[in-house]
C-alpha cells in the first residue's frame, strides 16, 4: 500500500536519510485505510483549485501563497504553533491548519480536502534537518499517496544530486527519489538556495510585485507536461556573492560593510561542531562552505523549464532588474518620508 518500504530497498541513500520514519509509516496505514474505505462509498470529490502550501510563512512559500490566492486558488496553509501567528496568511484570504512536519500525527487532517500540495519547507537553521527535511517530508509524501493527492510540487536545490557531501543537498536529492517512487504525479523545482542574505537584504519588499518563481510553480498545476518533471529555476547568470554586493553598492550610490570569512575557517568551524551532539545540525549547515569554495557555476539552462510551463523568458525578471526595482521605489519612498536605509552587514 505505501511504498517506503520498496523504495528504501532499491535506492539507497546517505546515512542521514537512512533512518526513515516507522511512526510516520504506521500513522499512514490508518490514513491510507480510511482514504480507500472512502473510494468504495464514493467520497466527496476534491475541488481541482484546492491546495495545500507546506512552508507558508517561508520567503517563497508566502509569495506562492499571495500568486495562487490571486489565481483563484482555494489555499490552505500548514502553520506551526507560535508566538507570532501567521495571521497575515489569513488576512491574504488563505486558510491555516496546526501541523508540523516533525509530527506525523497531525498531516492527515490538513491533507483533507486539497488536491495538490506545494512544499516550499525546509528547516530552520535552528532545526533539524533530519527530522523536518527527511522524515517530515517522506511522512507528508506517504500521506499524500494514502489521501490520493492529484499533483505534488516539491521545491528542491540545484546541483543537489552532485553534492552527497552536504547533509541538506544529499537529503533534497533522497526525497526527490522518493517522490518519484510514489506514483504521485508530481514536479521537481531546483532552485538556487544560496542568496538567502541578499533576499533579506534587499529583495523582499519587491517579492510582492514580482513574484516569478511563484508564477512559474503555479504554472506547473495547471499543464501536465509538467508531470514527472525535475525543472530548474535559476537565472542564465550565475553571481557570485561579492557581484551581487558591488551591484548593490553600485546602484545605491554607497559602499556596503562587508566583512570576508576565510573559507579554510568554516571548514574548521563545522569540524569542532561536528564533535559535538548537540552542534551536529549547524555543522552540517556550513557544509555549505565546501559548495562556496567549488568555484562551482550555478547557472542553468532554463529553455525546458519555460517551454513546460509556458512562460515566455522576456516576462521574467533578472536579479539586476530585481534589485533596482529597489532601489527606485523603496529608497525613493524613504528619501521622500526623510527616512533611511540601514542594511545588514555582509558576511562573505
Same mark, same amino acid.
Not at 532588474?321 to 518620508?337: A, G, H, M, N, P
Given at each position: 500500500?505505501?511504498?517506503?518500504?520498496?523504495?528504501?530497498?532499491?535506492?539507497?541513500?546517505?546515512?542521514?536519510?537512512?533512518?526513515?520514519?516507522?511512526?510516520? !509509516?504506521?500513522?499512514?496505514? /490508518?490514513?491510507?485505510?480510511?482514504?480507500?474505505?472512502?473510494?468504495?462509498?464514493?467520497?466527496?470529490?476534491?475541488?481541482?483549485? $484546492?491546495?495545500?502550501?507546506?512552508?507558508?510563512?517561508?520567503?517563497?512559500?508566502?509569495?506562492?501563497? !499571495? =500568486?495562487?490566492?490571486?489565481?483563484?486558488?482555494?489555499?490552505?496553509?500548514?502553520?506551526?504553533? !507560535?508566538?507570532?501567528?501567521?495571521?497575515?496568511?489569513?488576512?491574504?484570504?488563505?486558510?491555516?491548519?496546526?501541523?508540523?512536519?516533525?509530527?506525523?500525527?497531525?498531516?492527515?487532517?490538513?491533507?483533507?480536502?486539497? /488536491?495538490?500540495?506545494?512544499?516550499?519547507?525546509?528547516?530552520?537553521?535552528?532545526?533539524?534537518?533530519?527530522?523536518?527535511?527527511?522524515?517530515?517530508?517522506?511522512?507528508?509524501?506517504?500521506?499524500?499517496?494514502?489521501?490520493?493527492?492529484?499533483?505534488?510540487?516539491?521545491?528542491?536545490?540545484?546541483?543537489?544530486?552532485?553534492?552527497?557531501?552536504?547533509?541538506?543537498?544529499?537529503?533534497?536529492?533522497?526525497?526527490?527519489?522518493?517522490?518519484?517512487? /510514489?506514483?504521485?504525479?508530481?514536479?521537481?523545482?531546483?532552485?538556487?538556495?544560496?542568496?538567502?542574505?541578499?533576499?533579506?537584504?534587499?529583495?523582499?519588499?519587491?517579492?510582492?510585485?514580482?513574484?516569478?518563481?511563484? =508564477?512559474?510553480?503555479?504554472?506547473?498545476?495547471?499543464?501536465?507536461?509538467?508531470?514527472?518533471?525535475?525543472?530548474?529555476?535559476?537565472?542564465?547568470? $550565475?553571481?557570485?556573492?561579492?557581484?551581487?554586493?558591488?551591484?548593490?553598492?553600485?546602484?545605491?550610490?554607497?559602499?556596503?560593510?562587508?566583512?570576508?570569512?576565510?573559507?579554510?575557517?568554516?571548514?574548521?568551524? =563545522?569540524?569542532?561542531?561536528?564533535?559535538?551532539?548537540?552542534?551536529?545540525?549547524?555543522?552540517? !549547515?556550513?557544509?555549505?562552505?565546501?559548495?562556496? /569554495?567549488?568555484?562551482?557555476?550555478?547557472?542553468?539552462?532554463?529553455?525546458?523549464?519555460?517551454?513546460?510551463?509556458?512562460?515566455?523568458?522576456?516576462?521574467?525578471?533578472?536579479?539586476?532588474?530585481?534589485?533596482?526595482?529597489?532601489?527606485?521605489?523603496?529608497?525613493? =519612498?524613504?528619501?521622500?518620508?526623510?527616512?533611511?536605509?540601514?542594511?545588514?552587514?555582509?558576511?562573505?
Amino acid at each position: 500500500m505505501l511504498r517506503g518500504r520498496s523504495w528504501r530497498r532499491s535506492v539507497r541513500p546517505p546515512a542521514s536519510c537512512r533512518r526513515g520514519s516507522r511512526q510516520a !509509516r504506521r500513522q499512514l496505514v /490508518s490514513a491510507a485505510a480510511a482514504g480507500d474505505a472512502a473510494k468504495a462509498v464514493g467520497g466527496t470529490p476534491v475541488p481541482k483549485n $484546492a491546495i495545500l502550501v507546506v512552508g507558508g510563512t517561508g520567503t517563497l512559500g508566502r509569495q506562492v501563497v !499571495r =500568486r495562487a490566492l490571486d489565481e483563484g486558488y482555494e489555499v490552505r496553509c500548514i502553520v506551526r504553533p !507560535r508566538l507570532s501567528p501567521a495571521d497575515f496568511l489569513r488576512d491574504w484570504g488563505a486558510t491555516t491548519v496546526q501541523a508540523d512536519l516533525t509530527d506525523p500525527t497531525s498531516l492527515p487532517a490538513a491533507l483533507v480536502g486539497v /488536491s495538490a500540495v506545494i512544499d516550499c519547507a525546509t528547516a530552520r537553521p535552528e532545526e533539524s534537518t533530519d527530522k523536518v527535511d527527511w522524515d517530515g517530508k517522506v511522512a507528508l509524501i506517504q500521506c499524500a499517496q494514502a489521501m490520493g493527492i492529484q499533483r505534488y510540487v516539491f521545491c528542491s536545490i540545484l546541483h543537489c544530486d552532485k553534492h552527497p557531501e552536504v547533509p541538506l543537498m544529499s537529503i533534497k536529492h533522497c526525497t526527490e527519489q522518493f517522490l518519484a517512487s /510514489s506514483g504521485l504525479n508530481y514536479t521537481v523545482f531546483r532552485l538556487c538556495g544560496f542568496m538567502q542574505a541578499i533576499i533579506g537584504n534587499y529583495a523582499v519588499p519587491i517579492l510582492e510585485e514580482k513574484p516569478d518563481v511563484a =508564477r512559474m510553480i503555479m504554472a506547473a498545476l495547471r499543464t501536465d507536461a509538467a508531470v514527472g518533471k525535475t525543472l530548474p529555476l535559476a537565472g542564465p547568470k $550565475a553571481w557570485s556573492t561579492a557581484e551581487v554586493i558591488e551591484l548593490c553598492e553600485r546602484l545605491a550610490d554607497c559602499d556596503a560593510e562587508v566583512r570576508n570569512v576565510p573559507v579554510w575557517l568554516l571548514k574548521g568551524t =563545522r569540524g569542532l561542531l561536528r564533535s559535538f551532539q548537540w552542534a551536529g545540525d549547524a555543522a552540517d !549547515r556550513l557544509a555549505f562552505a565546501e559548495v562556496l /569554495s567549488s568555484n562551482e557555476s550555478f547557472s542553468a539552462d532554463m529553455g525546458e523549464t519555460y517551454e513546460v510551463l509556458g512562460v515566455d523568458p522576456a516576462s521574467v525578471s533578472g536579479l539586476e532588474e530585481y534589485l533596482k526595482s529597489y532601489f527606485d521605489t523603496i529608497l525613493k =519612498r524613504l528619501k521622500d518620508v526623510g527616512a533611511s536605509s540601514k542594511q545588514t552587514n555582509f558576511y562573505i
